[in-house]
């Protein structure tokens, strides 16, 4: 039998399948789609069924992560959406915080609401912070609000009202009142999307999920239906931001915990494969053709956040903490109005792509640039199934980037590279230094298509003193999705004071939370011994506005509530205080159904001499004599020193002069910067 994991991103499509009986893995990428990434996903599938010859019925998981959601928000795709909320609140989105990105920036305005006002309706009715009723639901006004939204034709409803986290009665109401109404469209309401205080950002993403809900929905019945097609009957699963897997019903029902779906797979392969290896702190680097993600892991466990932007919409659900740039291998190179060397974040993506692609690009890219250096060899993308063309590349940094600068087109090549990753460094430092981590005592954990090809530079950039690449790292997201495990989370608000009297209430909430989270795995068909729970307190100090996490074990006691606070308020802020009352804000809940899968162990190179030849590559200081190196040869022990690239089918590894590279018993690439 087959396990097989796929990851849509905006330039390629990565594939990868495990024979589960040999544990051997095969990995394929194809160009994406962006009209319809489904198509893409076909023609991967047919490469395993029709080419490789297996049955599409051996395959007995298959896992899937898309950014199709967080697309088309970005590119404001989504449907006409409604809003009903309590009288009074019609505004809230519009409104939202008085906080700004850069405050000093006029230039800088919020995106518009995703819900225009003149479908934001209001309704009468009123809880208080404690979830009593001080205005009951006024019926009429709903089904009055449902028809004037149907008769502004809108495809999608979300239902906010002031308090609904502490008693949804009111929300599910009118939701049977709304569907009555307009059972075609899709209904989201906030008490089941996020059940948790601060009513902008929960709005906020409940919209999103309206939203994008209808949309997404057609894409997964196209994607469903094609892997009928090919012949598989197996239901497939996506993974969500915190890393986890779910199935297609709750994606329909949650679209928006799909945001970040692609790059929390990577994380989470990341963070197991490195483990294996015995790096227990990392710094993932995932470079592909648009963007750059970057996410720490310390301790084996990936840092999460609760709250992020989205094509600066605030998303507030539990994800992995990823810092994304606009810096890839399709990242455009241009002079500014200033005549100043910029790269991204615009980005040549699957189409027209990078120059060399020949698919009608006529500004450079990163990818163009490490052509013209070398770095890349024309002849050996995608194992030789992409054809590229060198001299264009040449030509476009000639004549728009090395000529306006009168340098030569090998030094504006290198430009283009200091200066991508100098954006990719800056990432970097955002997820760790800016959080009181020190770098050197984490390793960079390269994959993607282009992370290897900058990782060493990075780490120079970045005083890192090692670099981790897998193998197949232009695949490490698909694969991450097979080592993924079923999650999902809970989340209830209760703001009270801590105090040793009152944690029983807070253990009987947990229970019942525990209920719910059994309920859900019980659905996804997760076996009771393959289940597992994480619980996670919110809280702060009194009169702070912001929490900090707390992870409990199961049954914890008071004290050890305290003592986890004061450690995580340290780490956040690098201080705590003594005798200071602690609030607790949120209570979290994290359920799991454990995989089946682990990283490889076994490596076995094939053989032959891994020795390809030598080229000339450039440097800074000039050309190097390079000696190239096939991974899929390179034995376990092997070491070298740089510089030296070392190609693969979905990759390719620079070791600059000086660096040292060798390889660990997983078959994993380690580096010595």
């Given at each position: 039998?087959y396990?097989?994991g796929f990851?849509v991103?905006g ?7 495990i ?5 051997a893995?095969t990995?394929?990428k194809t ?12 023609t991967?599938?047919r490469h ?13 998981f ?5 950014t199709?959601a ?7 795709r ?12 019609r ?9 700004r990105p850069h405050l000093?920036?006029?230039?800088i305005?919020k ?15 009123r809880l208080n912070?404690?979830?009593e ?5 006024d019926e ?18 979300a ?5 609904s ?8 109401r009118a ?6 109404e307009?059972p ?8 089941d999307?996020?059940p948790?205080?601060?009513e902008f950002?929960?709005?906020?993403t409940?919209v999103?999920n309206a ?8 894409y ?6 094609r892997?009928e097609?090919v012949?598989f009957?197996?239901?497939?699963r996506?993974?969500?931001?915190n890393?986890g897997?779910?199935?297609?019903d709750?994606v329909?029902?949650f679209?928006?915990?799909t ?6 797979a ?5 963070a197991?494969?490195a483990?294996?290896?015995?790096f227990p702190d990392?710094?993932?680097y995932d ?6 993600d970057?996410?720490l892991?310390?301790?084996?466990r ?6 992020r ?6 998303v507030r659900?539990p994800?992995?903490d990823i810092?994304?740039?606009g810096?890839?291998g399709g990242s455009?190179?241009?002079?500014d109005d200033?005549?100043?060397?910029k ?8 189409f027209p ?7 009608g690009g006529t500004?450079?890219?990163t990818?163009?640039?490490?052509l ?5 060899d024309?002849?050996?993308l995608l194992?030789?199934r ?7 590349s040449r030509?476009a940094?000639?004549r728009?980037i090395a ?8 030094e504006?090549?290198?430009g283009i590279?200091h200066?991508?990753v100098?954006?990719m460094?800056r990432a ?15 390793a960079l954990?390269s994959?993607?298509g282009a992370g290897p090809?900058h990782?060493?530079?990075?780490a ?5 003193k090692?670099?981790?690449v897998p ?6 997201c698909a694969r ?13 608000t ?8 009152g944690?029983?209430e807070?253990?009987r909430?947990f229970l ?5 989270g059994?309920d859900?795995?019980a ?6 011994e393959?289940?597992s729970m994480e ?10 506005n912001h929490?900090v996490?707390?992870?409990?074990a199961e049954?914890?006691e008071f004290?050890?509530?305290?003592e986890g606070?004061?450690?995580a308020h340290?780490q956040?802020y690098?201080?705590d205080i003594?005798?200071?009352?602690i609030e607790?804000?949120?209570?979290r809940?994290s359920?799991?159904?454990?995989s ?7 490596y076995?190179?094939?053989?032959g001499d891994?020795?390809?030849g030598t ?10 004599e390079?000696?190239l190196?096939?991974r ?8 070298f ?5 070392v190609?693969e ?9 000086g ?5 660990d018993?997983?078959g994993t ?5």
């Amino acid at each position: 039998m087959y396990r097989i994991g796929f990851d849509v991103g905006g330039t390629f499509t990565d594939f990868t399948a495990i024979d589960t009986a040999s544990g051997a893995a095969t990995h394929f990428k194809t160009s994406s789609t962006p009209h319809d990434p489904s198509e893409a996903i076909e023609t991967g599938l047919r490469h395993f069924v029709e080419d490789l010859g297996i049955p599409a019925t051996e395959f007995e998981f298959v896992g899937h992560g898309t950014t199709v959601a967080t697309n088309m928000v970005i590119e404001r795709r989504g449907v006409p959406t409604g809003l009903i909320t309590t009288k009074g609140a019609r505004d809230v989105l519009e409104i939202g915080r008085q906080t700004r990105p850069h405050l000093f920036d006029y230039s800088i305005t919020k995106p518009e609401p995703l819900v225009e006002r003149y479908v934001a309706l209001e309704v009468s009715e009123r809880l208080n912070a404690d979830g009593e009723v001080l205005m009951p639901l006024d019926e009429a006004e709903v089904i009055a609000a449902a028809r004037a939204l149907r008769a502004a034709g809108v495809q999608a409803v979300a239902i906010c009202f002031l308090h609904s986290y502490r008693n949804p009665a009111h929300e599910r109401r009118a939701a049977e009142l709304v569907r009555a109404e307009l059972p075609d469209a899709y209904l989201s309401i906030s008490s089941d999307v996020l059940p948790e205080f601060r009513e902008f950002e929960r709005f906020s993403t409940t919209v999103i999920n309206a939203y994008v809900g209808p949309r997404m929905d057609r894409y997964l019945e196209r994607f469903i239906s094609r892997l009928e097609d090919v012949g598989f009957e197996t239901g497939p699963r996506t993974i969500h931001s915190n890393g986890g897997l779910m199935s297609i019903d709750t994606v329909r029902a949650f679209p928006v915990r799909t945001c970040l779906s692609g790059p929390a797979a990577g994380v989470v392969g990341a963070a197991k494969v490195a483990m294996a290896s015995g790096f227990p702190d990392i710094v993932t680097y995932d470079v592909g053709g648009t963007s750059t993600d970057v996410s720490l892991v310390c301790g084996g466990r990936p840092a999460f956040t609760t709250s992020r932007l989205v094509a600066d919409y605030p998303v507030r659900c539990p994800m992995l903490d990823i810092n994304v740039i606009g810096a890839g291998g399709g990242s455009i190179a241009a002079l500014d109005d200033a005549g100043a060397l910029k790269v991204g974040p615009r980005s040549a993506g699957a189409f027209p792509g990078p120059v060399a692609y020949g698919k009608g690009g006529t500004e450079p890219t990163t990818t163009d640039a490490n052509l013209v250096l070398g770095r890349l060899d024309a002849d050996t993308l995608l194992s030789g199934r992409m054809t590229v063309d060198k001299d264009a590349s040449r030509e476009a940094i000639d004549r728009l980037i090395a000529s306006p600068l009168g340098i030569s087109v090998e030094e504006a090549a290198l430009g283009i590279l200091h200066i991508a990753v100098a954006n990719m460094g800056r990432a970097i430092r955002a997820v760790s230094t800016e959080k009181g981590h020190r770098l050197s005592d984490f390793a960079l954990f390269s994959y993607g298509g282009a992370g290897p090809l900058h990782s060493s530079a990075v780490a120079v950039e970045t005083g890192m003193k090692r670099v981790i690449v897998p193998a197949q790292p232009g695949t490490m997201c698909a694969r991450g999705i097979l080592l993924s495990d079923v999650g999902f989370d809970f989340v209830r608000t209760g703001v009270r004071t801590a105090s040793e009297t009152g944690w029983a209430e807070i253990a009987r909430e947990f229970l019942e939370m525990e209920a719910d989270g059994q309920d859900w795995l019980a659905n996804e068909g997760i076996p009771p011994e393959a289940r597992s729970m994480e619980y996670v307190v919110d809280a702060r100090y009194d009169g702070q506005n912001h929490e900090v996490q707390v992870v409990l074990a199961e049954g914890a006691e008071f004290a050890q509530f305290v003592e986890g606070f004061l450690a995580a308020h340290r780490q956040e802020y690098g201080y705590d205080i003594d005798g200071r009352a602690i609030e607790i804000v949120n209570l979290r809940l994290s359920v799991t159904g454990a995989s089946a899968a682990r990283p490889e162990s076994d490596y076995a190179a094939e053989d032959g001499d891994p020795v390809l030849g030598t080229r000339q590559v450039y440097f800074g200081g000039g050309w190097f004599e390079t000696t190239l190196y096939e991974r899929a040869k390179l034995p376990v022990g092997q070491k070298f020193v740089g510089p030296a690239i070392v190609q693969e089918m979905s990759s390719t590894t620079i070791v600059e002069p000086g660096q040292t590279l060798y390889v660990d018993p997983t078959g994993t690439m380690i580096i010595e910067v």
